[in-house]
C-alpha cells in the first residue's frame, strides 16, 4: 500500500556512532534544501550541528549529514528520527549505527567545518569526540596569507598574541597527530595601525603532549578560521 501524501514514508539513512552518545546521520536531501532546525522525536535527541554536501561535485550525490546527541540511547540499535526543518517535518528511517570512521571521507571534509564552527562550552565536550576524525581534512586546505597571525609564548603555553582584533572562543591546535582545544580565558586588545590580542588560554579538551604545535584554528560563535603561526620572537 502507497503511503498517503500527507504521511510520507520515512527517508532512508545510514547512522553513525562516534562515541559517547554522539551519531552522525548521513540522509537523502532534497533540491529545495530543507534546513535542519531540530530533532523532536524520539525523545533524548539534540541536534549539535548540520551540514549539506555532495552539491556541484563530479558525482553528484546531495546528502544531508545531522551530528546528533543520542543522551538517552534512542538509535542504538537505530530507528525512525523526526527533523524539523524551515519546510516541513521529515521522517528519517536510521539503520544499527556503524563505526563513523566508515564516514566517506567527502562528507568527513564538509562536516568538518560545520562541528567546529558549532563548538560552544555546552558543545565542546560533546562535539570534540569528532575532532580526531574531522579536523585532518579541515587542515588540508592550504592557509591564506591574510591568514591571522597566532604566537605562541610556547609550544604548551597558556599565553598567545593574536593579529587584528576579532576574538575567538578557543583555538584548536594540532602537535603531530594529536589535537587539543585550549579556552581564551582572557583577552587584551592593543590598539593601533596593527592591532593586536594577547591572549590568557585556559585546556579545554586534549593535551598537546609536549610536541611542536603545527597548526592552528580559530573557533568562533559560528566560525572557523585557519591562523598563520608564528614563534614568539619571530615571524
Request: aromatic residues 6%.
Amino acid at each position: 500500500m502507497t503511503a498517503p501524501p500527507d504521511h510520507p514514508a520515512p527517508t532512508e539513512a545510514r547512522l553513525f556512532a562516534a562515541g559517547h552518545g554522539v551519531l552522525v546521520c548521513r540522509y537523502p536531501v532534497a533540491t529545495d534544501l530543507p534546513i535542519p532546525l531540530a530533532v523532536p522525536e524520539p525523545p533524548g535527541l539534540r541536534l549539535l550541528s548540520w551540514t549539506f554536501t555532495g552539491f556541484g561535485g563530479p558525482e553528484l550525490d546531495p546528502a544531508g549529514l545531522l551530528v546528533l546527541q543520542d543522551g538517552a540511547a534512542a538509535l542504538a540499535e537505530g530507528g525512525v528520527l523526526t527533523l524539523e526543518t524551515h519546510f516541513r517535518d521529515q521522517a528519517i528511517a536510521c539503520s544499527k549505527p556503524r563505526p563513523v570512521a566508515e564516514l566517506a571521507r567527502p562528507a568527513r571534509a564538509a562536516l568538518g567545518e560545520a562541528v567546529l564552527a558549532a563548538v560552544m562550552p555546552d558543545t565542546l565536550d560533546a562535539l570534540a569526540t569528532l575532532f580526531p576524525l574531522l579536523a585532518p581534512a579541515v587542515a588540508e586546505s592550504p592557509v591564506p596569507e591574510t591568514a591571522p597571525r597566532l604566537a605562541l609564548a610556547g609550544d604548551d603555553a597558556h599565553r598567545a598574541t593574536l593579529s587584528g582584533s576579532t576574538v575567538p572562543n578557543y583555538l584548536l591546535l594540532r602537535a603531530g597527530s594529536t589535537w587539543s582545544c585550549a579556552r581564551v580565558a582572557t583577552a587584551e586588545l592593543r590598539f593601533g595601525p596593527a592591532p593586536e590580542i594577547d591572549l590568557t588560554l585556559a585546556p579545554a579538551w586534549g593535551t598537546p603532549r609536549g610536541a611542536t604545535i603545527e597548526t592552528a584554528f580559530l573557533l568562533g560563535p559560528g566560525t572557523v578560521t585557519p591562523a598563520r603561526l608564528r614563534r614568539e620572537g619571530g615571524r
